[in-house]
């Protein structure tokens, strides 16, 4: 069964900073990534999604890497701002169809201090 | 462009009552799913839906039923409402491919008193 881990579960950093947030995975054998951010009592918005045969993406001050062999992803947000305050998740799925459904880690919640 | 729409927002059950969460979408999804969180964890899926007419259980399922009639609407119903079913639920959508990310809803926060 396959299980998403994040670690920390809430981070607080100055403005400014640059910031790496880690999600592992325990089954190496995924279709993609997703990385998704949610503010409080709203719905998820996803960030960026890498496919199993990618490295990375990027998406403005966002950059996401995968090792898939590894188990590993990380999401880079560079010079941060009080406005990233959110929660951040990952997820993986197996493939499509049936298989697209997605494995949730619990999320990093990101506090940038002014 | 509404995306995925949920209705209602907020909601309070008594124990043993029944409703249904509404979930609609206008982009022409194929797949749909309902998930819930609860808090301090990540989303775990109840039910999920590659097409009209087509639905399978999730982690999660008991205590749940859905339908898919149409490609837009995807209705998750609760029969008896249990202490245990509080929580809050999101719907959301994507196209066939899976290159495309899940579209999620704002969610429907429910309490069961």
């Known amino acids: ?114 | 462009n509404a995306g995925v729409t949920q209705t209602p927002k907020f909601r309070i059950l008594k124990i043993g009552q029944s409703m249904t969460l509404q979930c609609t979408q206008d982009m022409n999804h194929n797949y749909m799913y309902w998930y819930r969180q609860d808090p301090g964890m990540g989303l775990k899926l109840i039910y999920y839906s590659v097409g009209a007419g087509i639905t399978d259980k999730g982690e999660v399922p008991n205590g749940y039923n859905v339908s898919r009639s149409t490609t837009e609407d995807f209705p998750l119903r609760l029969e008896l409402a249990a202490p245990s079913q509080t929580s809050v639920y999101f719907c959301a959508s994507s196209l066939l491919t899976g290159y495309q990310p899940q579209h999620f809803g704002d969610g429907t926060r429910l309490s069961i008193l």
């Open chain 1, 1 to 114: 069964k396959q299980e998403v881990t994040q670690i920390p579960a809430a981070l607080s950093v100055p403005e400014g900073e640059n910031l790496v947030l880690n999600c592992s995975f325990t089954d190496s054998a995924i279709y993609n990534l997703q990385w998704f951010r949610q503010d409080p009592g709203k719905g998820l918005t996803s960030l960026l999604l890498i496919q199993s045969s990618q490295r990375e993406q990027t998406s403005g001050r966002l950059n996401a890497s995968l090792d898939k062999s590894s188990g590993r992803s990380t999401l880079y947000i560079a010079a941060s701002q009080p406005g990233d305050s959110a929660t951040y998740l990952c997820a993986v799925s197996k493939g499509t169809g049936a298989n697209s459904k997605l494995t949730f880690g619990k999320g990093i919640t990101l506090s940038v201090r002014p």
